[in-house]
C-alpha cells in the first residue's frame, strides 16, 4: 500500500521526522483529503502580545507531528518513540527557552502576625458577647428568667458533658503541640512552628531596617566590626548545634545610648552603642551577644507568643463571664483591668523571667565554648546595678518586672560559672589569667567607695564651723 512507502529495511535508519510528514502529506493527499494548514505570520507581523502564541505553536507542531507520525505511518513502535522524544525535546526547550512575565505572587501573613491583629478584635467580641447576654438577661420578665434556670437545671447533665468534651479537647490540643527545646531538653509548648516565626521575622527586620535607617552604623565602622566579629566566631564554635548552624548570623550596629541588645529568630543581631559603651571587654560582649543568640536559638520568642496564645484564649471565658454578670459597665470595666493585671502578674512576667533565666545559661555556655572568660559574666550584672544605681533609675520590683533583678542575676551566674568553666576546658581553649574578675570588680570597688568616705569626711570636716575656745 501507498502508506508503507517509507518503511526501509530492518538494518537501515528512518527518515528524519519532517520526511515522513512532506510523504504523508503527498500521500495523504492523494486520498483526496482536504489538507488544512494554518499559516504562522512572520516575527516583524507579531506584536507583543501574540508571541507567546507563537511560541507556543513552534511547540505544540513537533508533538502533532509525532502523532500524525503514529497514525498513519507504519506501526513501528521504535520509530515512534524516537520521534516522540524528538518532538517532546523540541517542544520542551522552545517553551522553557521563552520568557513568561507573570504577576507577583501575594504572600500569606505570618500566622503569629495574623493572631497579632486579631487579638484586639477577639477581646471586644467577648466583651460585646459578654455585654448582649447581659442586657438580654436584664431584659427577661421573671417568669422567663425562671423558665431558663428550670431549663439549664434540666440539662445540668448535658452541659457537664459539653464542658468535660470541651476540656479533653483543649488537653489534646495541649499535648499535641508539646515540643522539646533544643539545648536544654525541657518540655514547652508551642502553637507556632518555627518556620511560621522565620516568617515574622523576615517583616520585623525590614520594620527595624527603616526604623533605624539613619541610625545604622557603616559596616566599616570599628564598632560594627568588632561586634560581627565577636558574632561569627560565637557561631563557629558552636556549629555543632544545629539551631546554630542553620541561621544566616548578620549584624547591625544602631548609633542609640540606649542600653540594649536583641537577636530576631532569623539570625538578626541588633546591637545598641549604648550596650558596647556598657561592655568592658570582649568577654562581656561575648557573654551579652550570646544571650541574645540564646534566644534566638532555644525560639523562645515562639514559645512565649504560644504560651500568651493560650493564656488569652481562655482568658476570653472569663472575660465574657466578667461582662455579663456585673450589673453596671464600670464594674465591668474594672474587672477587666483587674484580670489583665492578674494574667501579666501570674502567667506572663513569671514566665519571661524564666526565659531570660534560661538564655542567661545558654548564652554563658555558647561564650564558654568560644574560650570566653565566663567569669566575667557576673560582673558585667554588677556593673548594671551600679549603674543604675548612680543613674538614679528607680528599682522595680522583680515580680513586677519581666526580667529577673541584676543581683539575683548574678548569684545565678555564680552558679553557673563552674559548670560553664568546665565545658571551657573541654574546647580546648588557652589557659585563663589566675585573677579572677569578680574578685578584682569587687576590690575594685570597695576602694572605690572608701576613697568615697574619706573623701566626703574630709569635705564635711572643712566645711564644719571652728570650736569655740
Keep these: 500500500m501507498a502508506l508503507f512507502c517509507l518503511r526501509l529495511n530492518r538494518s537501515s535508519c528512518f527518515y528524519p521526522l519532517s520526511a515522513h510528514l512532506t510523504s504523508c502529506f503527498q500521500v495523504y493527499k492523494q486520498g483526496g483529503h482536504a489538507w488544512k494548514t494554518r499559516p504562522f505570520l512572520s516575527s516583524a507581523q507579531l506584536s507583543t502580545k501574540n508571541r507567546f502564541q507563537r511560541a507556543t505553536n513552534t511547540a505544540i507542531l513537533p508533538l502533532r507531528t509525532a502523532i500524525f507520525a503514529r497514525t498513519f505511518l507504519p506501526r513501528d513502535k521504535t520509530a515512534f518513540l524516537q520521534a516522540w522524544r524528538q518532538a517532546k525535546g523540541v517542544a520542551v526547550r522552545t517553551l522553557w527557552g521563552h520568557r513568561i512575565h507573570t504577576s507577583r505572587p501575594l504572600r500569606a501573613l505570618p500566622a503569629p502576625l495574623i493572631w497579632l491583629l486579631l487579638k484586639p478584635l477577639q ?3 467577648a466583651v460585646i458577647l459578654g455585654r448582649s447576654i447581659r ?19 434540666r440539662s445540668r447533665w448535658l452541659l457537664a458533658a459539653a464542658a468535660a468534651i470541651i476540656m479533653v ?9 508539646l515540643d522539646e527545646s533544643p539545648l536544654t531538653g525541657r518540655m514547652r509548648l508551642l502553637v ?6 522565620m516568617e515574622l521575622a523576615a517583616v520585623m527586620t525590614e520594620d527595624y531596617l527603616e526604623k533605624f535607617a539613619e541610625q545604622l552604623v557603616p559596616g566599616d565602622d570599628p564598632s ?7 558574632v561569627q ?7 555543632d548545634v544545629p539551631e546554630v548552624s542553620s541561621i544566616p548570623w548578620s549584624v547591625h550596629v544602631v548609633k542609640d545610648p540606649t542600653v540594649n541588645a536583641f537577636v530576631l529568630p532569623n539570625g538578626k543581631v541588633f546591637m545598641f552603642t549604648g550596650m558596647l559603651e556598657m561592655v568592658a571587654d570582649i568577654h562581656q560582649l561575648s557573654f551579652v551577644l550570646g544571650h541574645e543568640m ?4 532555644l525560639g523562645h520568642s515562639a514559645e512565649q507568643a504560644s504560651l500568651s496564645h493560650v493564656v488569652d484564649l481562655l482568658s476570653l471565658i472569663l472575660l465574657t463571664a466578667i461582662w455579663a454578670l456585673c450589673p453596671r459597665d464600670s464594674l465591668a470595666v474594672f474587672g477587666h483591668w483587674i484580670q489583665g493585671k492578674l494574667i501579666q502578674l501570674m502567667f506572663s512576667r513569671p514566665y519571661s523571667r524564666k526565659l531570660e533565666a534560661e538564655a542567661d545559661k545558654v548564652g554563658m555556655q555558647l561564650a564558654a565554648k568560644a574560650c570566653a572568660d565566663v567569669r566575667a559574666a557576673p560582673v558585667f550584672w554588677q556593673q548594671m546595678e551600679i549603674t543604675d544605681q548612680l543613674r538614679a533609675v528607680p528599682a522595680v520590683p522583680e515580680w513586677l518586672s519581666t526580667h529577673p ?10 552558679r553557673f560559672v563552674p559548670q560553664a568553666l568546665e565545658l571551657r576546658d573541654c574546647c580546648e581553649c588557652p589557659a585563663l589569667p589566675s585573677a579572677d574578675p569578680r574578685v578584682v570588680f569587687s576590690k575594685s570597688v570597695r576602694t572605690l567607695l572608701d576613697k568615697a568616705k574619706v573623701k566626703g569626711r574630709g569635705s564635711q570636716s572643712s566645711n564644719s564651723p571652728p570650736q569655740p575656745q
Excluded: C, G
Design 192 to 197: 507556632f512552628s518555627r518556620e511560621n516565626y
Design 233 to 239: 566566631h560565637l557561631a563557629n564554635r558552636n556549629k
Design 123 to 125: 477581646k471586644l467580641l
Design 135 to 153: 442586657k438580654w438577661w436584664v431584659a427577661l420578665p421573671p417568669n422567663r428568667r425562671q423558665l431558663a434556670r428550670e431549663a439549664a437545671w
Design 169 to 177: 479537647i483543649a488537653a489534646l490540643f495541649l499535648l499535641t503541640h
Design 405 to 414: 533583678s541584676h543581683r539575683n542575676r548574678v548569684t545565678q551566674m555564680d
Design 224 to 230: 560594627h566590626r568588632l561586634v560581627e566579629r565577636v
Design 294 to 297: 540564646a534566644h534566638a536559638i
